[in-house]
C-alpha cells in the first residue's frame, strides 16, 4: 500500500513514552517523528502529513482532543488515522476522545507489546466505534463546553500577563528615564567643572610644563563629552517612545539641514576616504517639518551609513518629490544587514553586533551605539506621518551589498495621528499619539 516506509507522528510529552513507543515502531521498519507539546505537533503534521498520528491526551498546551479536533477539522487530516494515548481508563474519557474525532485508543501505560497491532490495525482503516449515539451525543456537548472553558481560561491567562509585561515594560522606561535624567545634573557639573579645570590659571602653567597634562584633560572633556551625548540619547528615545514627542512643524530647508550634517561628518569622511554624493538642489528648500527633529535623524542616518562602510567606500544622499510624497534616501556600500534583523533594527537598544565588543564612536568603522539611533528616527518620522525603511541584500562584511534607509514623508507632514494645538507664540505645535 506504502510505496516507501508509512510515516508516524507521536505527540508525547513523557519523554520514556516518547522514545520507548519510537523505539518499537522504528523496530518494525515506520519512519517515526516525533514532537513533546501539541502546538509543535500540529506544525509538524501540516509540513510531513503522516499516514498515522499518536497523541497524548494530557498534553502541556494543548488537549490531546482539541488537538485532533484541530487536525479534523482540516480537508488532509480528514481520515488521517489519530491513536490517543490516554492516562486514565474512564468510560468519560474515552467517549470525549471520540466526540474529538479520534480514531482509535490506548490506555496508559502503553502496552508495547500490543502496540504494533493497533498501530497496523489502526493504519489498515480499522476504529473504535461507540454504538450509542445518544451517548456520543452528550460526549460532543461535553467536549465543546470544556473546550470553551479552557478557552475562557487561556484567555484570561494570557490578558493577566500582557497586562503584567505592560507593566513591566513601563516600568522599564520611567527607571531607564530615570536614570538618565537623574544622572544629567551630575554630569553638568562634571562638564563645567572639567571646563573650569581646563581654563584655570595654574592649570594653563602646567599644561605649559607638562604635555602629558593637556593629554589628561583632552581626555576627560571627550569622554564626558560623549557620556553626555549618550545620555541625551537615551532620554530622547525615552520621551518619542512615551509619545511625548512634541513636533513644532515650521518651513524647513532640507537642503540647509542635510548640508550641515554633512559639514558636521566633513573631517571623517575626508579621514576616511569616503565619497558622499549630496546634490543639493535635488532637495527641497521648504518643507514643513520639525527641523531639529529632521535634523536629527539625517544625522543619525548619515553617522550609520559612515560606521558601516569600510575606509573608501560610497554614500549618496537622495531626495524626490512624487506626487503628495517626498522620498529621502540615504545609501551606502558598506556592510549590510541580514534579512531578519531589517525590521527589529528600529527598535529600541536593538544593536548588530556583540554588546561587549560594541565602542560608542559615531564614525569609526565598525563603531556602535546603544541601538537607539533608528529607534529615534522611527519615532521622529512617524510622528511626521512619514514612513521610515531599510533595503538591503544581506550582510557581508566581504562582499559589501551595503544599505538604503528610506524615508517617505507627505509633502505637507501631516499625521492622522496627531493632533494640533497652537502654542503662545502661535507655532504650530502637533503632539503625537500613538
Ligand atoms: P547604533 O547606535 O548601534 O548604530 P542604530 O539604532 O543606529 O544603533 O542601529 C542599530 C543597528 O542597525 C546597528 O547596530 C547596526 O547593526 C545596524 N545598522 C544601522 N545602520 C546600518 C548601516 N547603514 N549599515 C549596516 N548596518 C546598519
Known amino acids: 500500500m506504502f510505496e516507501s516506509a508509512p510515516t508516524i507522528l507521536i505527540i508525547e510529552h513523557d519523554e520514556q513514552i516518547r522514545h520507548d513507543v519510537k523505539f518499537i515502531l522504528k523496530g518494525i521498519g515506520y519512519h517515526v517523528v516525533t514532537a513533546s507539546r501539541g502546538l509543535d505537533g500540529i506544525d509538524v503534521a501540516r509540513k510531513i502529513s503522516p499516514d498515522l ?19 479534523r477539522s482540516e480537508d488532509r487530516f480528514l481520515t ?10 474512564s468510560p468519560e474519557e474515552i467517549d470525549m476522545a471520540f466526540a474529538a474525532g479520534i480514531t482509535g485508543h490506548m490506555v496508559k501505560p502503553i502496552n508495547l507489546e500490543a502496540l504494533p497491532f493497533n498501530v497496523e490495525f489502526y493504519m489498515s482503516g480499522g476504529t473504535d466505534s461507540i454504538d450509542d449515539t445518544e451517548r456520543l451525543q452528550v460526549a460532543r456537548t461535553r467536549f465543546l463546553q470544556d473546550v470553551v472553558k479552557r ?4 484567555i484570561r491567562e494570557l490578558e493577566d500577563k500582557n497586562e503584567t509585561l505592560e507593566r513591566i515594560d513601563q516600568m522599564k522606561d520611567s527607571f531607564i528615564q530615570l536614570t538618565a535624567h537623574e544622572l544629567r545634573t551630575p554630569l553638568t557639573l562634571i562638564t ?8 584655570h590659571p595654574p592649570m594653563q602653567e602646567l599644561r605649559k610644563q607638562d604635555e602629558g597634562i593637556t593629554t589628561l584633560i583632552d581626555g576627560l572633556v571627550e569622554s564626558i ?22 513636533l513644532t512643524l515650521a518651513p524647513t530647508n532640507m537642503a540647509k539641514i542635510v548640508k550641515n550634517v554633512v559639514i558636521q561628518y566633513i573631517d571623517v569622511i575626508q579621514e576616511r576616504n569616503l565619497n558622499l554624493y549630496f546634490n543639493e538642489s535635488e532637495w527641497p528648500q521648504s518643507m514643513r517639518a520639525d527641523g531639529d527633529l529632521i535634523q536629527l535623524t539625517m544625522s543619525n542616518l548619515i553617522s550609520n551609513a ?51 565588543t560594541h565602542t560608542t564612536s559615531k564614525t569609526a568603522f565598525g563603531g556602535g551605539g546603544l541601538g537607539l539611533g533608528l529607534a529615534i528616527c522611527k519615532g521622529i518620522i512617524e510622528a511626521h506621518g512619514g514612513t521610515i525603511t531599510v533595503e538591503s541584500s544581506g550582510y557581508d562584511p566581504e562582499g559589501l551589498p551595503g544599505s538604503e534607509f528610506i524615508i517617505i514623508l507627505p509633502v505637507i507632514a501631516n499625521s ?11 507655532v504650530l505645535k502637533r503632539l503625537a499619539r500613538n
Open 80 to 89: 488521517t488515522p489519530i491513536l490517543v494515548f490516554l492516562s486514565e481508563d
Open 306 to 356: 559612515i560606521k558601516y562602510t569600510p575606509d573608501g567606500g560610497d554614500i549618496y544622499l537622495h531626495a524626490q518629490t512624487k506626487g503628495k510624497l517626498i522620498r529621502f534616501s540615504v545609501r551606502d556600500t558598506g556592510i549590510g544587514i541580514e534579512h531578519d534583523k531589517q525590521k527589529a533594527i528600529f527598535e529600541r537598544f536593538h544593536i548588530g553586533g556583540e554588546v561587549e
Open 151 to 154: 478557552l475562557e481560561e487561556r
Open 225 to 246: 563629552t560623549r557620556m553626555q551625548g549618550i545620555i541625551e540619547e537615551i532620554l530622547t528615545v525615552s520621551r518619542i517612545m512615551t509619545s511625548n514627542i512634541e
Open 53 to 71: 498520528i499518536i497523541v497524548a491526551m494530557d498534553l502541556p498546551d494543548l488537549m490531546g482532543g482539541e488537538l485532533a479536533a484541530t487536525l
Open 416 to 426: 492622522s495621528q496627531a493632533v494640533f494645538t497652537s502654542n503662545k507664540t502661535g
Open 192 to 199: 563645567g567643572y572639567s571646563r573650569l579645570l581646563e581654563d
